[in-house]
Nanobody, 117 residues
Framework: QLQLVESGGGLVQPGGSLRLGCAAS????????MGWYRQSPGKERELVAT?????????NYGDSVKGRFTISRDNVKNTMYLQMNSLKPEDTAVYYC?????????WGQGTQVTVSS
């Protein structure tokens, strides 16, 4: 069992920054991977960033966010973060926290990010 709750979404101006959080509870020790995806109206859900939770694990970023977004984890607080800088209007979407626990995929409820002047 795993529960994921996102926070930190909101309205920001182009060029601004936001930090999203994803608090995880449950069988944390068995996690295989965590990450962030986003979806805007009329589009498919797309990868933002993922990280494998293993020794030598890798971090992958979507091409459109490389150099602007950073994923990180706080193992003490069981929280994953997405630092978003230099935000653009095309970053507007619902952002979803994702985790893989054994053979199951888990999703948070999503948090809205709107970038507009």
């Amino acid at each position: 069992q795993l529960q994921l709750v996102e926070s930190g979404g909101g309205l920001v101006q182009p060029g601004g920054s936001l930090r999203l959080g994803c608090a995880a509870s449950g069988s944390i020790s068995s996690l295989n991977a965590m990450g962030w995806y986003r979806q805007s109206p009329g589009k498919e859900r797309e990868l933002v960033a993922t990280t494998t939770i293993t020794r030598g694990g890798t971090i992958n970023y979507g091409d459109s966010v490389k150099g602007r977004f950073t994923i990180s984890r706080d193992n003490v607080k069981n929280t994953m973060y997405l630092q978003m800088n230099s935000l653009k209007p095309e970053d507007t979407a619902v952002y979803y926290c994702y985790a893989q626990l054994r053979l199951r995929n888990y999703w948070g409820q999503g948090t809205q990010v709107t970038v507009s002047s």
